[in-house]
């Protein structure tokens, strides 16, 4: 069966500071990839996907970057932090070549407070 | 913009009691789906209904979708406490950019009392 990981669960950074979020998933070859960010309260963003190795869209112009550096391994980065970075992020996969509007599934997110 | 907005926005009922949320969309979609989240945690994936489909249900759960009203409903029936969560619809389409991808709205905070 296929499973999403996420790490970290929590994370505090400064302003200013680097991010590095990690997603990996297991069971399932060349997936379609999502990173969300959620506010609180709210729905969620899509901020980036991927179709496959190095290919990379973004949704937003932003603060953050995502690379794709192995098949099933998605990575969410800031240089330099911002307050308005804080927030809930999740990442999620797809099935391949089923369309990125099919279900999609998630891992249980990272908290990051930007102090 | 695609966006579902989901209605309504809170929802506290008792167990037992059958709960009915609903979502309202702008453009033409693919498909629509229905997600769940516990506080704190990840979305899981609850039913998908296509664009040609009218009605689906999954267990305890009825989906109907009225795509000329541009409208789908969301129906749990004897509601448990365990159904407490956050529930968001999604629209499947394509972007302005002619990408695919899923849109979801701000989500129906559902409360199921004991």
């Known amino acids: 069966s296929q499973t999403i990981h996420q790490w970290p669960a929590t994370l505090v950074q400064p302003v200013g500071s680097p991010l590095s979020l990690e997603c990996t998933v297991e069971g399932t070859s060349n997936p379609n990839l999502y990173w969300y960010r959620q506010a609180a309260g709210r729905g969620l963003q899509l901020l980036f996907y991927s179709v496959g190795i190095g290919q990379i869209s973004s949704e937003v112009p932003q603060n953050l970057s995502a690379s794709r550096p192995q098949d099933r391994q998605f990575i969410l980065s800031s240089k330099k932090l911002l307050l308005s970075d804080s927030g809930f992020y999740l990442c999620?996969?797809?099935?391949?070549?089923?369309?990125?509007?099919?279900?999609?599934?998630f891992g249980p997110g990272t908290r990051l407070t930007v102090t | 913009s695609q966006q579902g907005e989901e209605d309504p926005q809170a929802l506290s009922i008792q167990e037992g009691e059958n709960a009915t949320m609903n979502c309202s969309y702008k453009?033409?979609?693919?498909?629509l789906q229905w997600y769940r989240q516990n506080s704190g945690r990840g979305l899981v994936h609850l039913i998908l209904?296509?664009?040609?489909?009218r009605e689906k249900h999954s267990g305890r759960l009825r989906v109907t979708l009225d795509t000329s009203k541009k409208s789908s409903s969301l129906l749990i029936t004897a509601s448990r406490a365990a159904d407490t969560a956050s529930y968001f619809c999604a629209t499947g389409g394509l972007s302005q950019g002619g990408s695919e991808k899923l849109v979801f709205g701000k989500g129906t905070k559902l409360t199921v009392n004991p």
């Open positions: 999620a996969w797809s099935a391949p070549a089923r369309g990125s509007f099919d279900e999609q599934y």
């Open positions: 453009t033409s979609i693919n498909n």
């Open positions: 209904i296509r664009s040609n489909e």
